[in-house]
């Protein structure tokens, strides 16, 4: 595996894979960075991060796995290598690679982001210590969330020749998770995607906040977690792999 | 002789389009096989059952003796060598990365790229991004990466497309001195007879997925001496067309 994961990071030459994945990553931040600071937003800081970035994460890492995960397959359709590897590789070997970096890239761009968050926190002047443990689980309800949409659009992005496939296929259920957050009362949408994994997962909520006096009298508190959604969500993505994996298996080239 | 590869009632169905029909094909160690048939005869489908490619809907395959399934597949195609269809390359990457990419998963020496860019030609042209050879240079990479391991067998699907005239006598040459050089198997398909005729030693016709003949191109030349090569083959693919 680590020959084949060799050869997948030297493909990857003159592609700017990471640094594209970066480059989204930085985006991201950019956008998160506090625009407005008052004493209000700084005393909240920590804790309105955890409210807002799911949603910004149900945005950015849905598009960061398009990204990469086109990127990484469409070099092997272009050249029509895939027939090529499939009589050197057992099959399930090429797609357990090409799985194993496009993941390491994605997760390793969430983590990164992470970091960043923090960073920023303490930067902008955020009151009192970075909550680390709660911290530590919005790191883990973001990158199983990302696990799963990558799963799906790295066998999208290996099984169809098109990348507008899993392009449209992609930035709709990234658009349905987004929406799916506006829509507190159906749960059960947010808890039937992929996308909407980043959502289900919150576990900050938004309370006191009104028009006039917007966050004077605010407060950010814990919620339940979904830990069920969260196992639920972790069996998807074995199901996901097991399936998607042996679909290429016998996929004919 | 030994035979290398060996089918045995090898049949693809795509629905209702019977590809392959019961194919039994026998190929000799150390040979040049001529797989010949008009466009859309199976050829391609054929060569890619041999190689796991494509999966078949009955039938058995044997090669270098033993009997291929989905477990064995892998160790025993590292014996073989294949160019499909068109080559298969990484547009972004040079040829030598190219080939230094299927080294590294073959697990074969490094000097085996030297050798292979040497006797496909592309030598001096190691160091150029893929995307921007013309597509002879880009079937010459094909052979180079099949011949990369130096398997025993050989199976090269239409291996002159695109080729100029002097490319493609270059490619004859190179396919007629691999048996001997190197102790290659050889199988080369084509719908060009000409090209069969001067490559081969054994050939295989098919047409609508039927073996119609199977034998040496001596034989083949010895049906009927009063006609031409073209006549028999017409003959021979005609009636299974029912022309």
Redesign the interface.
């Known amino acids: 595996m680590i020959?084949?994961l060799?050869?997948e990071h030297?493909?990857t030459?003159?592609?700017h894979v990471p640094a594209t994945a970066l480059i989204l990553t930085a985006a991201m931040l950019v956008w998160i960075y506090p625009k407005h600071q008052n004493a209000d937003l700084l005393r909240l800081g920590w804790m309105e991060y955890l409210y807002e970035l799911p949603l910004v994460n149900s945005v950015f890492m849905p598009l960061l796995s398009i990204t990469v995960s086109s990127r990484l397959c469409d070099?092997e359709h272009?050249?029509?290598?895939l027939?090529?590897?499939?009589?050197?590789?057992?099959r399930g070997r090429i797609y357990d690679a090409k799985l194993i970096y496009g993941l390491a890239v994605v997760l390793f761009c969430v983590g990164l982001s992470w970091v960043m968050t923090v960073a920023i926190g303490y930067h902008a002047g955020f009151d009192g210590d970075v909550p680390i443990k709660l911290y530590l689980l919005y790191l883990l309800f973001t990158a199983v969330p990302t696990a799963a949409v990558y799963i799906f659009q790295h066998t999208l992005s290996l099984c169809f020749k098109n990348q507008a496939v899993t392009f449209i296929s992609g930035i709709t259920g990234m658009f349905l998770g987004v929406f799916s957050m506006f829509l507190p009362q159906l749960p059960w949408l947010r808890k039937s995607l992929i996308w909407g994994g980043y959502g289900a997962l919150d576990f900050v909520g938004l309370f006191g906040w009104t028009k006039e006096n917007r966050y004077k009298f605010a407060r950010f508190d814990l919620m339940e977690i979904d830990w069920k959604f969260f196992a639920a969500l972790i069996f998807v993505c074995a199901a996901m792999y097991a399936a998607e994996r042996e679909m290429f298996k016998?996929k004919?080239? | 002789m030994n035979e290398i590869v060996k089918t045995t009632g090898l049949t693809k169905r795509y629905k209702e389009v019977l590809s392959v029909s019961g194919l039994n094909m026998s190929v000799n160690e150390g040979r040049i096989y001529g797989f010949l048939g008009p466009n859309g005869a199976g050829k391609t489908t054929t060569l890619?059952m041999l190689?796991?490619?494509?999966?078949p809907t009955a039938g058995e395959i044997e090669i270098m003796g033993l009997p291929m399934n989905g477990k064995n597949r892998?160790e025993i195609?590292r014996g073989?060598g294949?160019l499909?269809?068109?080559?298969?390359?990484?547009?972004?990457?040079t040829g030598e990365?190219n080939l230094?990419?299927?080294q590294?998963?073959?697990?074969v020496p490094k000097h085996n790229i030297d050798k292979v860019l040497q006797i496909v030609g592309l030598d001096d042209r190691r160091g150029k991004k893929?995307s921007a050879y013309s597509l002879g240079m880009k079937q010459r990479l094909g052979l180079a990466?099949a011949l990369l391991s130096f398997p025993r067998l050989l199976i090269l699907d239409e291996p002159t497309n695109g080729l100029d005239p002097s490319g493609i006598q270059e490619m004859r040459e190179l396919i007629k001195s691999l048996p001997k050089k190197y102790g290659m198997t050889v199988i080369v398909s084509s719908h060009l007879l000409s090209e069969i005729d001067r490559t081969a030693e054994d050939v295989g016709i098919i047409t609508n997925g039927k073996m119609v003949y199977q034998g040496s191109l001596e034989s083949l030349h010895g049906i009927d001496s009063s006609k031409s090569l073209e006549e028999i083959f017409l003959e021979l693919t005609g009636k299974e067309r029912g022309l």
């Not at chain 1, 272009?78 to 290598?81: C, E, F, L, Q, S």
């Not at chain 2, 499909?84 to 990457?93: Q, R």
């Not at chain 2, 590294?104 to 697990?107: Q, R």
């Open positions: 020959s084949l060799k050869c030297e493909k030459r003159r592609r070099i272009r050249g029509a290598m027939k090529q590897l499939a009589v050197t590789v057992r016998r004919e080239l | 890619k190689l796991g490619l494509v999966r892998v195609l073989v294949s499909i269809e068109s080559p298969s390359f990484y547009g972004h990457l990365e230094r990419i299927l590294t998963l073959l697990d893929v990466e």
